[in-house]
């Protein structure tokens, strides 16, 4: 054990070093990428906690991403700004005085979405499956027309500009890795076991003494607060938001990272996050002019899509549950295969459990 | 097995991505190539696909007729922004870091324009756009021009018709609530009347529908009972058309006047005989041409499309030789150059009238008035900008 938490340690450096490197020799369009993967990670994994390990089919993350942008956007913007920005309607004056550093903002906005994860979470958590997943989708959409709506504080569909870009890889990336370690402790310790002992069974979950409302909810509430996290992230990275940002497709954006990575496996969904958001940018070149010396296509719009799409069959095809499954990262695996014999002379019999 | 196969695929894709990453930068020798990249970031895709398409027409028709400057030759870049604000500034970043592109053109959609204006902006890359008219696209970016005016015009031009040429004293507003377009022009109408009329009253309603509506008649049924004398109704065709075609079978009989986005054809089909009489602003018309460039330009998209050019397309060609004017005014293929030039563009003739940039970067350009009569779209009065 002792091996393996060196080897974290040693990985997470290593980790980091690289990403330093990335940080300063990346141009930076590569670097918008890298920092995307990071914010692609921390929304995965928030989903993948409701979703995946809680087993609650939910798609309103979309709407707590609205939130999060929308407090976090709103604190860091300054008053003058602000009054530039909302010239349709003037800004509520309450909003304009509201005002607080990037950490604080972000995570007051990932407090904010936490709240409305709760307050969703309360009363239609009595349903289950595919009435969950309405439901929460049906949410994610109220609170978008809302934003719409209220024009005096959200500016309605004109949406917010000039929001500071601070968003740099150490944001990114620091918060994606704490968010990795969070999860990672939290799924180690007695709620983990709880919650999913909840997805396997519920009436053998109760009947062992776990406590279903109160677990799914802290599932729905932590969920939702780092869905909060990542739409602030990605407020400041973008400085610009609006309604139209949050439609469904976002929601299933993520769900797609979390589907392709392995639903209910944190491993997963970093890797297919990481994968997903750059393989889009990778695939640009299919749209462009291409010359095979012989002969010259022009460019078709659309042709990545199409690509990506295929290279997604293909993975589900072969890997039904995901790149992953429920499989995490394992140091005893890694080292115990016989390509990396150096560390272990004797071959054991593999050690990847369902649950590790 | 599997196992070996998951981590060499991931191994694999992680790897490409890098390659390909480092790939495209090694040929980028900008000052002695023979080459002038001007990037399009439009909508190629997506729910906009149909905007961005029309304004990649005109660009790549002006490109055509005008391929070369300072002798070398003009070579088109297109990035794709999705219809998604995420990728748009995905997109943004790539030409301004990948391509290296001299000067950007675009987007459809103020949205993503707006998205990828302070890329633009850091970058130094002058960025030129062709119907993106949110006064935000503009505002405190001196790298973003646009050769269309802007929703305060526009607004203020249909104010000043409703007004003066209609009489009308009361007028209903119904707005797309969920459209930041018809949001902007929605306030900058309500400015201008009130302004013609002098009293606060003269808007007697306003009532709001998302995109996608289908059923206006609860809205309809309250403006009724105000008995407006006109209705500005900015917005989408589809909704637009439906809006007046469900206002004429409740029988409200004021005319509707609105803005460019109901002049697609798609308008007329389905509003049919409802629609007579309906009253738009837009940038440019096909019966009269405004300059000698469009009568080029008419002549050259009708040879190669065989059909008539929309507004946007127009609107693109010139983005286009506004660039090209700039770069060849200025001599160089420097973009803070270029964007000098650009920013001083004065009485430049384009396709879709005479180009003044304001200090904002904005178009002072006139506007069309156009009217739907026997189930066609009818070239109606030219309105000259206010200076």
């Known amino acids: ?356 | 097995m599997k196992k070996h196969v998951a981590l060499l695929l991931v191994f694999m894709l992680g790897l490409a991505t890098l390659l390909t990453g480092c790939g495209g930068t090694t040929e980028q020798a900008s000052e002695e190539s023979d080459v002038i990249k001007i990037g399009i970031f439009e909508p190629m895709t997506g729910a906009n696909a149909a905007g961005g398409e029309m304004e990649v027409e005109g660009i790549k028709l002006a490109n055509e007729l005008y391929p070369e400057v300072l002798g070398k030759k003009v070579e088109l870049v297109i990035a794709d922004n999705k219809s998604d604000k995420v990728e748009a500034a995905n997109a943004a970043t790539m030409l301004v870091d990948k391509e290296k592109v001299s000067a950007v053109i675009g987007s459809w959609g103020s949205s993503f324009s707006i998205a990828a204006g302070p890329i633009f902006k850091d970058a130094g890359i002058p960025a030129v756009g062709a119907s993106c008219t949110n006064p935000l696209v503009t505002m405190g970016n001196e790298y973003y021009s646009r050769v269309c005016f802007i929703d305060s015009f526009q607004g203020t031009v249909m104010a000043n018709y409703a007004y003066n040429e209609l009489g009308a004293k009361r007028v209903a507003i119904i707005q797309e609530i969920s459209s930041d377009y018809s949001v902007g022009l929605v306030k900058y109408f309500e400015e201008a009347f009130v302004g013609f009329t002098g009293s606060e009253d003269s808007i007697i309603g306003k009532a709001s529908y998302n995109t996608g509506d289908q059923d206006f008649t609860a809205q309809l049924t309250n403006i009724k009972e105000l008995n407006p004398d006109a209705i500005f109704a900015p917005g989408n065709y589809t909704e637009g058309a439906l809006l007046v075609k469900q206002a004429r079978e409740l029988g409200i009989d004021v005319p509707f006047i609105a803005t460019d986005t109901w002049e697609a054809p798609e308008f007329l089909e389905i509003g049919g005989e409802s629609v007579e009489g309906a009253v738009f602003s837009t940038f440019f018309t096909t019966e009269v041409p405004i300059t000698d460039e469009s009568e080029k330009f008419l002549k050259a998209y009708r040879e190669k499309y065989d059909k008539e050019p929309a507004s946007v397309t127009a609107l693109g060609y010139d983005a286009y030789l506004v660039i090209l004017n700039a770069i060849e005014q200025s001599g160089s293929t420097d973009p803070a150059e270029i964007n000098k030039f650009i920013s001083q563009t004065k009485d430049f003739e384009g396709a879709a009238g005479m180009i003044s940039l304001d200090p904002n970067g904005d178009a002072i350009k006139s506007a069309v008035i156009k009217e739907v009569k026997d189930g066609e779209f009818k070239y109606l009065t030219v309105v000259e900008p206010i200076q």
């Not at chain 1, 990670?41 to 993948?48: D, E, T």
């Not at chain 1, 009595?126 to 929460?136: G, N, P, S, V, W």
């Not at chain 1, 602030?232 to 439609?247: E, N, Q, S, V």
Request: hydrophobic share 55%.
């Open chain 1, 1 to 356: 054990m002792k091996k393996h938490r060196l080897l974290t340690a040693l990985a997470v450096v290593a980790l980091i070093g690289l990403l330093g490197v990335f940080n300063l020799t990346f141009d930076s369009y590569k670097l918008r990428i890298l920092n995307l993967c990071g914010i692609y990670i921390i929304l995965g994994l928030s989903m993948n906690l409701i979703n995946g390990f809680t087993g609650l089919f939910s798609l309103g993350h979309a709407g707590f991403m609205a939130v999060g942008a929308y407090v976090s956007a709103l604190l860091t913007m300054s008053p003058e700004l602000k009054d530039t920005v909302f010239y349709a309607v003037p800004i509520h004056p309450f909003v304009k005085a509201m005002s607080a550093p990037f950490p604080i903002a972000l995570l007051l906005g990932g407090i904010a979405a936490g709240i409305v994860g709760g307050v969703i979470a309360a009363p239609i958590l009595r349903l289950k499956d595919d009435y969950l997943a309405i439901a929460t989708l049906g949410f994610s959409e109220i609170i978008r027309v809302v934003a719409t709506n209220l024009q005096s504080i959200t500016n309605g569909p004109l949406g917010l500009k000039g929001i500071d870009r601070v968003v740099n890889t150490g944001w990114s990336w620091g918060l994606a890795i704490l968010t990795v370690y969070f999860i990672k402790k939290l799924m180690d310790g007695s709620y983990g076991k709880a919650i999913l002992a909840i997805r396997e069974d519920e009436i053998a979950a109760e009947a062992m003494g776990v406590n279903l409302f109160r677990h799914k909810m802290y599932s729905f509430i932590i969920g939702a607060f780092f869905a909060g996290i990542g739409g602030g992230l990605l407020a400041h990275m973008l400085g610009t938001i609006d309604p139209l940002m949050f439609r469904f497709i976002l929601t299933f954006n993520i769900l797609l990272i979390v589907v392709l990575g392995g639903i209910g496996s944190i491993t997963g969904t970093v890797i297919s996050a990481c994968v997903v958001t750059s393989m889009m940018e990778v695939l640009r070149f299919l749209e462009g002019k291409m010359d095979f010396g012989f002969f010259q296509i022009q460019g078709i719009p659309g042709m990545r899509m199409v690509v990506f799409s295929a290279l997604l069959m293909i993975v589900i095809l072969w890997y039904p549950r995901g790149l992953m499954g429920t499989k995490e990262f394992n140091w005893d695996y890694i080292l115990q295969r016989k390509y990396l014999n150096i560390f272990n002379k004797k071959k054991k019999k593999k050690t990847v459990s369902e649950e590790n």
